[in-house]
């Protein structure tokens, strides 16, 4: 049992004696004036209307918009800048940033110093970023709604939440919308990423060099991009969703020994997925339908465990260029392939025969393209009938030795009511 020395106790007893709830008039300026008059733990409650005035939240206090008041910076850097401990915001509109990349002119914007700040229920408008972790440990960003720049191309916009050096931090449940990524990560550790809905981005989630973190249940809806780990170890990408992303649902760049499990991508344009040297992945559960191509290895990706997934529709399976065969299944079980047509006659769930989803004409089209026009050809069917009547002549590649008989749809799929 923990014990409190005496002056412990004295110590909160006063905290709790003198904090205090300020009611903060609507004037230019009221918030830093009581900011200055105020203690740790003290409470503002902001009326409701427009402060035309950037603040800094230097102490342990709470800054409370009660859902209708509006911190308007009209151009002047970061709107509110946290550099104390234990700071909370909430029910604020914050509008008007700064639009200097440089300085990383932000909505809310949390420095280094600034440990286990709460940033809750807030919405967030036209800001260069919305929020911006920056080296702020143990922070949680929760319940806000982000609304970026439309003014200026893509990648000249501020992304919706930045996170750079902050082990610890939490991003939960959160809206976000337009400006250029919707959650870009970089050099951090130990951080979830949960249940946060992201749309018409660049990239929904981009994480750079971020170490044994979660990107767990989001939802990724007409971006460019889904959901991209580069250069990253020990990262579990889980029972996340793409829906119309325009060029990938999940790409891992350089990633390693992570886990991609329960994921529902469907209709990326270009891939499902898209592996780049990317070595020792856990690939299981997920489904990849209406993809140009279901998942795409590259690069010496090796290694990895493909299991348990779904391969629905897709115009291309599997891209996957190799002299050897690679088996994708593991203790008799393989993954579902909407192409195969197979028997089960002990109706067991696994098909009776292995399941090949390239050939070697597949490998001639992927490196001659022109040789498209070809496909109908009774010289390309002869070579197909001959391949699947002999595999010894195949040349390599992914073998699927107990393909499923019917796919499993993951949870993730429940939490789009429809597709778009």
Same mark, same amino acid.
């Not at 035309?52 to 709470?62: D, H, M």
């Given at each position: 049992?923990? @014990?409190?020395?005496?002056?412990?106790?004295?110590?909160?007893?006063?905290?709790?004696?003198?904090?205090?709830?300020?009611?903060?008039?609507?004037?230019?300026?009221?918030?830093?004036?009581?900011?200055?008059?105020?203690?740790?733990?003290?409470?503002?409650?902001?009326?409701?209307?427009?402060?035309?005035?950037?603040?800094?939240?230097?102490?342990?206090?709470?800054?409370?918009?009660?859902?209708?008041?509006?911190?308007?910076?009209?151009?002047?850097?970061?709107?509110?800048?946290?550099?104390?401990?234990?700071?909370?915001?909430?029910?604020?509109?914050?509008?008007?940033?700064?639009?200097?990349?440089?300085?990383?002119?932000?909505?809310?914007?949390?420095?280094?110093?600034? @440990?286990?700040?709460?940033?809750?229920?807030?919405?967030?408008?036209?800001?260069?970023?919305?929020?911006?972790?920056?080296?702020?440990?143990?922070?949680?960003?929760?319940?806000?709604?982000?609304?970026?720049?439309?003014?200026?191309?893509?990648?000249?916009?501020?992304?919706?939440?930045?996170?750079?050096?902050?082990?610890?931090?939490?991003?939960?449940?959160?809206?976000?919308?337009?400006?250029?990524?919707?959650?870009?990560?970089?050099?951090?550790?130990?951080?979830?990423?949960?249940?946060?809905?992201?749309?018409?981005?660049?990239?929904?989630?981009?994480?750079?060099?971020?170490?044994?973190?979660?990107?767990?249940?989001?939802?990724?809806?007409?971006?460019?991009?889904?959901?991209?780990?580069?250069?990253?170890?020990?990262?579990?990408? @889980?029972?996340?969703?793409?829906?119309?992303?325009?060029?990938?649902?999940?790409?891992?760049?350089?990633?390693?020994?992570?886990?991609?499990?329960?994921?529902?991508?469907?209709?990326? @344009?270009?891939?499902?997925?898209?592996?780049?040297?990317?070595?020792?992945?856990?690939?299981?559960?997920?489904?990849?339908?209406?993809?140009?191509?279901?998942?795409?290895?590259?690069?010496?990706?090796?290694?990895?465990?493909?299991?348990?997934?779904?391969?629905?529709?897709?115009?291309?399976?599997?891209?996957?260029?190799?002299?050897?065969?690679?088996?994708?299944?593991?203790?008799?079980?393989?993954?579902?392939?909407?192409?195969?047509?197979?028997?089960?006659?002990?109706?067991?769930?696994?098909?009776?025969?292995?399941?090949?989803?390239?050939?070697?004409?597949?490998?001639?089209?992927?490196?001659?393209?022109?040789?498209?026009?070809?496909?109908?050809?009774?010289?390309?069917?002869?070579?197909?009938?001959?391949?699947?009547?002999?595999?010894?002549?195949?040349?390599?590649?992914?073998?699927?030795?107990?393909?499923?008989?019917?796919?499993?749809?993951?949870?993730?799929?429940?939490?789009?009511?429809?597709?778009?």
């Amino acid at each position: 049992m923990m @014990k409190w020395s005496l002056s412990a106790v004295f110590a909160l007893l006063a905290s709790a004696v003198s904090a205090a709830d300020w009611d903060v008039p609507l004037r230019d300026g009221a918030i830093s004036e009581i900011l200055a008059q105020a203690e740790d733990g003290d409470v503002l409650r902001l009326a409701a209307g427009t402060y035309n005035e950037t603040v800094v939240l230097e102490k342990a206090v709470t800054l409370d918009g009660q859902g209708h008041a509006t911190l308007d910076g009209q151009g002047n850097g970061s709107v509110i800048t946290v550099t104390g401990n234990d700071v909370v915001v909430r029910g604020l509109t914050v509008v008007g940033s700064g639009d200097r990349h440089e300085d990383i002119d932000s909505g809310i914007q949390l420095k280094k110093t600034a @440990k286990a700040p709460q940033i809750l229920d807030n919405v967030l408008l036209g800001n260069l970023y919305g929020i911006d972790i920056h080296g702020a440990k143990d922070s949680l960003v929760a319940g806000n709604r982000i609304e970026g720049r439309q003014d200026r191309l893509m990648n000249r916009r501020g992304n919706g939440i930045y996170v750079w050096n902050a082990p610890g931090s939490i991003v939960e449940n959160n809206d976000i919308q337009w400006g250029r990524d919707g959650i870009f990560v970089n050099s951090s550790k130990r951080n979830i990423f949960r249940n946060n809905q992201m749309r018409e981005l660049r990239f929904a989630v981009h994480y750079m060099y971020v170490d044994r973190s979660e990107v767990v249940g989001n939802v990724s809806i007409g971006n460019d991009l889904g959901f991209a780990v580069m250069f990253s170890t020990y990262v579990k990408v @889980k029972d996340n969703v793409s829906i119309n992303d325009r060029e990938h649902g999940v790409m891992l760049n350089y990633a390693n020994r992570s886990e991609i499990t329960g994921n529902y991508v469907k209709s990326a @344009k270009e891939k499902c997925t898209f592996l780049y040297n990317s070595n020792k992945n856990d690939f299981s559960d997920n489904w990849f339908e209406g993809c140009g191509i279901g998942i795409h290895f590259t690069a010496g990706s090796a290694d990895n465990r493909i299991v348990g997934n779904a391969f629905v529709g897709n115009r291309t399976q599997v891209k996957f260029v190799s002299s050897k065969w690679h088996e994708w299944s593991e203790d008799g079980r393989g993954n579902y392939w909407s192409d195969n047509a197979a028997f089960d006659v002990n109706g067991d769930g696994f098909a009776d025969s292995p399941y090949r989803p390239n050939d070697s004409m597949d490998h001639v089209l992927w490196s001659q393209p022109a040789a498209k026009m070809l496909l109908g050809s009774p010289a390309v069917q002869m070579v197909r009938w001959s391949q699947s009547a002999f595999p010894a002549l195949l040349p390599g590649g992914v073998i699927d030795s107990h393909p499923l008989m019917k796919p499993v749809r993951p949870a993730a799929a429940e939490k789009v009511e429809h597709d778009g």
